[in-house]
Each structure stands twice: as C-alpha cells, then as structure tokens.
C-alpha cells in the first residue's frame, strides 16, 4: 500500500479482555517497529522486527504483550488481560531497511475500561 | 545510556517568527538523526533526516536543521511561522550499525502559535 495502516483506529476494551492490533506495513519494507505513545510519556519503543525476527523483546511492557509479524508483511501486537494502563495510542511504523528512515501508520488509540 | 534530550516541553511563538527547537544526543558515535511532527489526532510525519554530508539539512514546509558535531546537537528552525506549523514535534536518533534497531525519541516540544 501507499502508507503504513493500522487498523483499528479506535477500540475500546474491557479489562481483562485480550486485544488484538494490526499493522500493514508500506509493501516491501523489511523492517517494522511498535511504539506507545502515552499521554504525557512521550514515545515508548516496544519491539522491532526485522523479516519476520524480533531479535529484542525487552522493550515490551510485561509478558502479556506480544508480537508477531508472517511473511514479512503483516504484524500483530496482542495484549492479553488488558489493564488500564495499557490504555494508550500504539503506533506501528516501517522502513525499507533497519536504521533507515521510519514511516508511521495513523496509530490504533486503546482503551481499557 | 543513548539517550535524546528535548529541553524545551512547551514553546510559543507568534506567527511569522522564527522558530528555533532544540534536540540534543547522547551516543557513542554519530547517530543518524530525524525530526518528526505530529499533528492532532495523527502520526508522526518526517521532516528531515541527516545521515552525513551537509550539516545543514532542508526538509519539507520549509524547516531546516543542523548537525552540530561538537555540541551534540541537532536544532530544527524555521524562519517564519505559519499557525498550520502548531503540533509537536520528536526529535529522534537511531545509531547506524547498532543492534538496536529502533528510533529513540526525545519527549517531544508542543508548538503553540499565536496570531
């Protein structure tokens, strides 16, 4: 596609459900990046996948959350048990190559009420 | 710690004058370096990257930054205002040959405009 997409925009959860987001990276992208964005935090890096491999995982919040991302295109980052602090926007971006310039989706805002 | 520094966390200024925004690194080594803008309600939108070269680097909507080695610095400005440039603004750094692979923001400058 023309631009990173995620989908949904919006969701509103009850604590303890499980969430599931989705990221559409630009088509040929190698490389692809979660972020939350905290009101108030700033930009907080959760995981990176470069192919279909994450080689860190400790930038993710507790072991609810987790990511993965199939034939080098299409992730998914899932919460389970959602929390109200995990009430954020999640922002997923992508690059052509890892340490090259990132392009970000529109962003998924999630609530946890 | 690699680390990016925005000092200033809320700047107003008055349409038509100039705008300086400040962004300082912490690395090793010369990192490559981003601006990004974030309207409202969207994502983040690169402005301008340096990698090498020409310190002074020119993106889009007429902003500019420079590359000060000696300072560790990587200040975005803008000659003149315009109340359509009001949104926030991330600097961030990604170190060239690292492990790691992701972006680090700074914690971002809120841009107000005043007529």
């Known amino acids: 596609g023309a631009g990173v997409s995620q989908s949904p925009s919006n969701k509103v959860t009850e604590k303890g459900k499980d969430v599931e987001l989705r990221c559409d990276p630009i088509?040929?992208?190698?490389?692809l990046y979660w972020y939350r964005q905290s009101l108030g935090q700033g930009l907080e890096f959760l995981i990176y996948?470069?192919?279909?491999?994450?080689?860190?995982k400790s930038g993710l919040p507790s072991d609810r959350f987790s990511a993965e991302r199939t034939g080098g295109s299409v992730s998914t980052l899932t919460i389970q048990r959602t929390q109200q602090e995990d009430s954020a926007v999640y922002l997923c971006?992508?690059?052509?190559?890892?340490?090259?310039?990132?392009?970000f989706g529109q962003g998924t805002r999630l609530t946890v009420v | 710690a690699q680390s990016v520094t925005q000092p200033d966390i809320h700047i107003t200024v008055s349409e038509g004058a100039s705008l300086e925004l400040r962004c300082n690194y912490s690395?090793?080594?010369?990192?490559?370096l981003f601006w990004y803008v974030q309207s409202p309600g969207q994502g983040l939108q690169l402005l301008l990257k340096?990698?090498?070269?020409?310190?002074l680097v020119q993106g889009i909507k007429g902003f500019e930054a420079e590359f000060k080695r000696s300072q560790s610095s990587f200040n975005l400005r803008k000659p003149s205002v315009h109340w359509s440039d009001a949104a926030e603004y991330f600097c961030?750094?990604?170190?060239?040959?690292?492990?790691?692979?992701?972006?680090?923001f700074g914690k971002g400058t809120k841009l107000s405009v005043k007529p």
């Open positions: 971006a992508s690059s052509l190559y890892l340490n090259t310039e990132a392009f």
């Open positions: 088509s040929g992208h190698t490389a």
């Open positions: 996948f470069q192919g279909n491999s994450a080689p860190d």
């Open positions: 690395y090793g080594a010369t990192p490559y």
């Open positions: 340096y990698f090498s070269g020409d310190t």
């Open positions: 961030a750094v990604v170190l060239y040959g690292g492990s790691q692979g992701n972006l680090i």
